[in-house]
């Protein structure tokens, strides 16, 4: 624990050094940029001084132009990124709204946020004029990626696509831009091994439009449930199909989960590690189906994946089923209590792994 505390204490000094770095690069970048040194180099923009003279990626160049142009109107965007407030990703999307008059209100709402999360502000405070509402099926040669970019997408854009959607982008780390360069720089041999996630682009506060890759299978069983519906829902939208289906997931999750609507009259007496219905319903709505385990900056997990009830005096240790002994804990935390209590060594004899972890217990 200690040498993990340790090891922690050099990454966040390390951290902080990397953001302080990249404020004072962009800082100098935007001085630059004002005396039009890049012209005196004899290069025709910024941006072409920092890919063909400073040899970053296309897309790397880009994010620091954009930054650099923002810092020359609104020099507090410097402070906040050697800060470490601002990602150096959604300053793209900070520099289309944020202005020399507003920037003191409108600034701080892009602080930690991924690009993803920064678009959906910029679609709040400058709402798409016309969303387009319609359903676009265009069949596929190969790359995946390539439908992505399709003819819907009419929001004003950049001139960056890259990395404007995946799981790089869901944490706020503005030296994300070796992700970038990769995918720029040395694109993968064969893209469609790797199926990109859905990319969602938001449009309104309340709109977003969804890119999703999908199989001929998919759009058959699309199909036969628009048909099957035909009578109760004549001319449901994809969109009202696809909720329906999902809402039907989400019962299911939630019946599993001890959530049914009508609580049993006689509970069963807790046996063993069994957690009765009415109990998992209690914990549930008190732990708001979100992870409990604190960690160690004080916060609690907050996870919606994977979550189990877990006991906080194990069973084996005769803690009893009840709501006060048990809370909602993801799978990883789940496992790392038990590890807390039991140890390492009897967790590798007697439950090696996750599966061996029964869903229930803790
Ligand atoms: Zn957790």
């Known amino acids: 624990m200690n040498t993990a505390r340790a090891l922690s204490a050099n990454l966040a000094s390390l951290l902080r050094r990397e953001h302080s770095a990249l404020g004072a690069f962009l800082v100098a970048l935007a001085d630059f940029d004002r005396r039009r040194a890049w012209m005196t180099l004899g290069h025709a923009s910024l941006f072409a001084y920092l890919h063909r003279e400073l040899r970053l990626s296309k897309a790397a160049a880009q994010y620091r132009k954009v930054a650099a142009e923002l810092i020359e109107e609104v020099p507090a965007v410097g402070e906040a990124l050697g800060e470490g407030r601002l990602c150096l990703t959604s300053i793209v999307e900070a520099a289309r709204v944020v202005t020399a008059q507003n920037w003191e209100t409108v600034l701080p709402r892009f602080f930690g946020l991924s690009r993803r999360e920064a678009m959906e502000v910029v679609a709040e405070l400058q709402p798409h004029p016309a969303p387009p509402t319609r359903t676009i099926v265009s069949p596929m040669r190969t790359a995946p990626s390539k439908v992505a970019a399709g003819p819907a997408s009419a929001l004003p854009t950049l001139p960056l696509e890259v990395g ?25 041999a064969a893209p469609a091994a790797a199926p990109r996630p859905a990319e969602v682009v938001p449009l309104t506060a309340d709109l977003r439009r969804f890119h999703l890759t999908v199989s001929d299978r998919f759009l058959r069983k699309l199909q036969a449930a628009k048909d099957a519906l035909s009578h109760a829902r004549p001319g449901a939208t994809e969109e009202e199909l696809l909720e329906a289906g999902l809402d039907l997931l989400l019962e299911k999750a939630a ?44 916060e609690i997990c907050g996870s919606t994946h994977q979550l189990e009830f877990d006991h906080i005096e194990p069973v084996a240790l005769g803690g009893a089923s009840t709501v006060d002994n048990v809370r909602i804990a993801c799978r990883r935390h789940n496992i790392i209590s038990a590890r807390r209590v039991f140890g390492d060594d009897w967790m590798d004899r007697y439950a090696p792994g996750k599966a061996s972890l029964p869903a229930e217990t803790g």
Not at 169 to 185: D, I
């Open 255 to 298: 019946k599993r989960k001890g959530l049914v609507a009508k609580p049993r009259k006689t509970p069963r007496p807790a046996k063993s590690d069994h957690i009765p219905a009415h109990v998992k319903r209690a914990v549930m709505e008190r732990d708001g189906g979100r992870c409990q385990f604190r960690l160690p900056s004080g």
């Open 164 to 188: 404007a959607a995946g799981p790089a982008e869901e944490n706020c780390t503005p030296g994300s831009s070796g992700e970038l360069t990769m995918r720029e720089g040395r694109r993968p």
